[in-house]
């Protein structure tokens, strides 16, 4: 962590200050700094891949060591990096709605809604390694079976927490390839993964699947 220096009288810096005065390349690599918040709640933060410091000195992750590191809190940095490679919280189509009538809102999985991945189910914010308790809001009632606390992407602790889904695998290959293409040691583009299968359709819906990409030597 950057020591402490004084600035106009004060005795802390601001997030953006300690990158303006490290100036750490961001192109070619993800930083992460170590820094202690006013705002004790906040374990980390990150730039998001759309964001235009992603690759400039302003870019990176920054994590409190007043929770890094403490039992429980080891995966914050994987949460922190799927925020750079954009990915939302599972919880966003229920917890982090504006309103009733926010179009982000999520009411069954989706990708045009909540964290825009289909295969994580609508849940809300919680740190329980379970299923949410239902919740009766001004929307109404709603219940969250098969809540993905098992996600990276949620609130759960260490002790839970333990996978990321194929979407949202797909999705951090997709700003891998567009946003961050020169942290790749290789000069070649990334291989073009297999298309996604249909694997279920109606007049309202299509479902659709990711398959892993091919393994082992790619031939141009």
Not at 51 to 61: I, M, N, Q, R
Not at 72 to 99: A, C, D, P, Q, W
Not at 144 to 149: C, K, S, T, V, W
Request: net charge negative; with cysteine.
């Amino acid at each position: 962590m950057h020591p402490t220096r004084r600035l106009d009288g004060r005795a802390y810096m601001s997030v953006k200050e300690l990158k303006e005065a490290l100036m750490l390349n961001s192109t070619h690599f993800l930083n992460v700094y170590f820094a202690t918040s006013v705002r004790e709640e906040l374990a980390g933060a990150a730039t998001w891949p759309w964001d235009k410091e992603a690759v400039s000195h302003l870019g990176g992750v920054v994590l409190n060591p007043a929770y890094y590191g403490m039992p429980g809190h080891t995966n914050i940095m994987i949460h922190e990096v799927g925020h750079v490679l954009g990915l939302y919280h599972v919880f966003k189509g229920v917890s982090e709605r504006e309103s009733c009538d926010d179009p982000c809102r999520e009411i069954v999985p989706s990708m045009e809604t909540g964290d825009l991945c289909a295969d994580t189910a609508p849940t809300t914010k919680s740190k329980l390694c379970q299923d949410p308790e239902p919740v009766n809001d001004t929307c109404g009632l709603a219940h969250f079976p098969g809540a993905p606390f098992h996600n990276y992407m949620s609130y759960t602790d260490d002790d839970c927490t333990n996978s990321f889904t194929p979407n949202q695998v797909a999705r951090m290959h997709c700003y891998l390839d567009l946003v961050y293409q020169q942290w790749s040691e290789s000069r070649k583009p990334t291989p073009i993964p297999i298309p996604p299968m249909v694997i279920g359709q109606t007049h309202k819906s299509l479902t659709i699947h990711w398959l892993p990409p091919i393994s082992g030597v790619v031939y141009d």
